[in-house]
């Protein structure tokens, strides 16, 4: 059963069989904009970008996986691509974009791996009328099992945010864990989030 997560929350990285999961998805799933008009509802495409920064045990900044770059150099991150309109014709069930993370063939420098996403046009969070992000073992066409997720869509604190932070992966005594952060930030581009990740939630 999935963990709904928690702000702070720490999980390990442990299936309902007891094994350790080694490939991971991060899905996240959102919706278009719906406007009320004199002459009726109309719905304004979301470009919500998910995005990774891995860093190594001295905190800099080694790689970062996001529409710009959607394979990490090592090849254990890859993304599915920029979705530039979310769900217009509702929700569909089915993430808008999804990265994946094979933690064997991580760079052995990486200490952190951080998720977080970003407004592209500077859409509110809370005018997007569903968001959410799961953790799961599969592919980005195929769920085998949810590991955790997260509601952003109905938290009031995004309000007035256009950047959040999903969590970070961390390595302790060679396991990897999972710190649940789920904040926004006053942060308008990518290139701040991974400051941000860098100098505060490592």
């Not at 702070?8 to 996240?28: A, D, F």
């Amino acid at each position: 059963m999935a963990i709904n997560l928690e702000k702070g929350q720490r999980i390990n990285l442990e299936k309902s069989n007891g094994t350790k999961l080694q490939h991971i998805c991060v899905g996240v799933n959102w919706g278009a904009i719906v406007k009320k008009g004199f002459f009726g509802t109309t719905r304004e495409a979301v470009d919500l970008d998910a995005s990774c920064a891995v860093y190594d045990e001295n905190k800099k900044n080694i790689d970062t996986v996001s529409f710009k770059q959607l394979k990490s150099y090592d090849g254990a991150i890859k993304h599915s691509g920029d979705d530039l309109t979310g769900d217009v014709d509702g929700d569909d069930g089915l993430d808008n974009e999804v990265i994946t993370l094979d933690f064997s063939k991580l760079n052995p420098q990486a200490n952190y791996v951080g998720f977080f996403i970003n407004s592209f046009r500077g859409q509110d969070f809370k005018d997007i009328p569903f968001a959410s992000i799961r953790i799961y073992e599969g592919t980005p066409s195929r769920v085998n099992e949810v590991f955790a997720k997260y509601d952003i869509a109905n938290d009031s604190t995004f309000a007035g945010k256009v950047s959040m932070i999903l969590g970070v992966f961390y390595k302790r005594n060679g396991e990897w864990k999972f710190n649940a952060i789920g904040m926004p930030t006053n942060d308008r581009k990518l290139e701040e989030t991974v400051v941000t990740i860098q100098q505060n939630h490592l």
